[in-house]
């Protein structure tokens, strides 16, 4: 259980710095780098800001039995409206991410 929860406390770490080698590609391309600081920054505010809401639409919906990693439970919600309305929500959330780690 030990090594499990490691594996995935690594994995977690990992994706949080996976699209920074990409961020001196993206200030040398630019067309005004001086404000690199502030698109950074700014980025990082919303990023926080969708991780905390996924966070918690993630207890709400599920409270004590919230997997560590939050997909594995948008399959296990009973049906009601508001599980099927945080579920929504939750996998906007995720392909937004996706999306803008795979173009940003």
Wanted: proline letters at 4%; charged letters at 10%.
């Amino acid at each position: 259980s030990d090594s499990k929860s490691l594996c995935i406390t690594v994995g977690i770490y990992i994706l949080s710095f996976a699209g920074h080698p990409v961020l001196p590609a993206i200030y040398s391309s630019m067309k005004e780098p001086e404000k690199f600081e502030m698109v950074l920054n700014r980025s990082f505010i919303c990023l926080f800001c969708i991780y905390c809401i996924m966070g918690l639409c993630g207890y709400l919906l599920y409270a004590e039995n919230t997997n560590v990693i939050i997909t594995g439970n948008l399959m296990n919600n009973s049906g009601n409206g508001f599980d099927v309305l945080i579920s929504q929500i939750l996998v906007v959330f995720v392909v937004l991410g996706l999306y803008f780690q795979i173009s940003p």
